[in-house]
């Protein structure tokens, strides 16, 4: 059975202390998009605890766009940890994904995780590590296809870790999920995680 702990109103400190813990091991990581992690990974880069040389950096997700136009999170992940000597992989549907060390997602009040929206329908059985997806509706700050990590991926790791930036619509959506009152795709991955043993850290 896979443990969830909670961790109530932590600040970016703890969450960099937490984070480099699980990174203290090698392996291959996903993380997610979004204003949340960047702040993080840069105080990471900046203190120099994680060794980022050619560490593999998977997105959890991205929107079907140019990698220099303005809402692609790899290009965005590309810019801050390549001169780290992190390797930055691509999404693309077919692809070879690791196990990951670290699976570092956020999620949206919606309950959907990477892009993997209540409409798709996501499956714990998917038979595919990665899928070109169109959300609907279309999130109006971005209305663009997507591709995305499925839940198979995202829970072949060794930790989960979520952060939701503090803000209590999530945090009710994600402790329904946790309690089986919801079946969003966050309910599916918890799931998912849990049949596998894999530990979750939420940092709420």
Do not use: C, Y
Request: aromatic share 4%.
């Amino acid at each position: 059975m896979s443990q969830i702990t909670m961790i109530e109103g932590a600040d970016r400190g703890a969450i960099v202390a937490a984070l480099r813990g699980l990174l203290a091991a090698p392996g291959a990581i996903t993380i997610p998009g979004g204003s949340t992690p960047f702040p993080i990974l840069s105080a990471l880069i900046d203190e120099g605890a994680v060794d980022w040389r050619d560490r593999e950096i998977w997105p959890n997700d991205d929107r079907i766009v140019p990698e220099d136009h303005d809402a692609s999170n790899t290009g965005k992940i590309r810019a801050l940890l390549e001169p780290a000597g992190a390797r930055i992989v691509t999404l693309a549907e077919h692809a070879d994904v690791p196990h990951f060390a670290v699976a570092w997602l956020g999620m949206g009040p919606d309950g959907h995780i990477a892009s993997l929206f209540p409409n798709t329908d996501p499956s714990a059985n998917d038979p595919q590590s990665v899928r070109r997806l169109t959300p609907d509706p279309l999130p109006a700050h971005a209305p663009f296809d997507r591709i995305t990590l499925t839940i198979p991926a995202l829970v072949n790791t060794d930790a989960l870790v979520f952060t939701m930036g503090g803000a209590d619509d999530k945090r009710a959506v994600f402790e329904a999920a946790m309690a089986g009152q919801n079946d969003l795709p966050v309910a599916r991955l918890l799931r998912a995680a849990r049949a596998r043993g894999v530990p979750v850290t939420v940092f709420a």
